[in-house]
T-cell receptor, first 114, second 113 residues
């Protein structure tokens, strides 16, 4: 029962490098999200998607890009990595139907920019 | 800025006591409220959701919502050491919010034997 799968789990990047965090879900959910969590803080929304081909910015989108070519996949691209992007990244998904439907989180990706 | 604020921690309670976690929100359009538990190094885990004013009980957990006061709380009865974690309060606006959540900063709870 895979749910939401994120890769990689850990990554160290040098300043200025780029990378993609992968996220895939096997629950046929329409809505997908990327959150970041800085140490001792809550989660902040980076980008979200309501379906294939449709994405929109969240609270903290600067320095990131996303795409949603399929229902299953929602990769997060970091361009020109900066130390401020050192964080834990969580991908999540939920079904469209239902008031307050449960959001399912992936296990997280720990990113350090040095 | 739409915000969710949680009472400052960390909170330490003895085993068997009641732990009380509080949360206020600024957006009156918020309709759904959630409490997540997050163990160190793990992803958030939903423990309670509440949508209507009043209390909602699930086992040892009781969520309370007061929309007039813009206040949400979580009570954990008979606290156990396994309840030691960070508790995150989250709010979602209904309608076209697409399930987006605004999180509080979290409250660290320690239950000591």
């Amino acid at each position: 029962n895979a749910g939401v799968t994120q890769t990689p789990k850990f990554r160290i990047l040098k300043i200025g490098q780029s990378m993609t965090l992968q996220c895939t879900q096997d629950m046929n959910h329409n809505y997908m999200y990327w959150y970041r969590q800085d140490p001792g803080m809550g989660l902040k929304l980076i980008y979200y998607s309501v379906g294939a081909g449709i994405t929109d910015k969240g609270e903290v989108p600067n320095g990131y890009n996303v795409s949603r070519s399929t229902t299953e996949d929602f990769p997060l691209r970091l361009e020109l990595a900066a130390p401020s992007q050192t964080s834990v990244y969580f991908c999540a998904s939920r079904n469209r139907q239902g008031y307050g439907n449960t959001i399912y989180f992936g296990e997280g990706s720990w990113l350090t920019v040095v | 800025q739409k915000e969710v604020e949680q009472n400052s921690g960390p909170l330490s309670v003895p085993e068997g006591a009641i732990a009380s976690l509080n949360c206020t929100y600024s957006d009156r359009g918020s309709q759904s409220f959630f409490w997540y538990r997050q163990y160190s190094g793990k992803s958030p885990e939903l423990i309670m959701s509440i949508y209507s004013n009043g209390d909602k009980e699930d086992g040892r957990f009781t969520a309370q919502l007061n929309k007039a006061s813009q206040y949400v709380s979580l009570l954990i009865r008979d606290s156990q050491p396994s309840d030691s974690a960070t508790y995150l309060c989250a709010a979602s606006i209904g309608g076209t919010s697409y399930g987006k959540l605004t999180f509080g900063q979290g409250t660290i709870l320690t239950v000591h034997p």
